[in-house]
């Protein structure tokens, strides 16, 4: 049996400006409201689905990438000047892991959910 994650929805404060942030920092296009959701579709397979709450848990999304991609990805958490740590409980050391010979990063999106990177699994 295949199981594919579709979507998952992503609570936000403010789900444009969320949707907004995780497109641009990801490099990916956020391309407006989708119904009552803000989607950013990750790859074929994923869509983030943002929407508004007021109260809600802070999450952890981790996303495997290519060594290409996190350094595409982790300069824009960088040039953007976003806090960034090595491990979940280290998210604000401002260093990164070398875990399994890859490396790995965490920073935090605007509502506190924690986004990790890692180019091993």
Request: aromatic share 12%; no cysteine; charged share 25%.
């Amino acid at each position: 049996m295949q199981i594919t994650l579709n979507h998952t929805i992503v609570p936000s404060r403010d789900k444009v400006r969320a949707a907004e942030f995780f497109a641009k920092i990801f490099g990916l296009t956020y391309e407006g409201s989708h119904g009552h959701f803000a989607p950013v579709q990750v790859n074929d397979t994923l869509t983030l689905d943002y929407d508004n709450r007021d109260e809600f848990e802070a999450h952890h999304y981790a996303f495997h990438v290519t060594e290409d991609d996190f350094d595409a990805i982790f300069g824009r958490v960088k040039d953007e000047g976003i806090t960034y740590g090595s491990g979940p409980y280290n998210s604000e050391d401002m260093d990164i892991n070398h875990r399994m010979g890859g490396r790995g990063v965490y920073f935090k999106d605007p509502d506190g959910h924690l986004l990790e990177l890692m180019t091993r699994v």
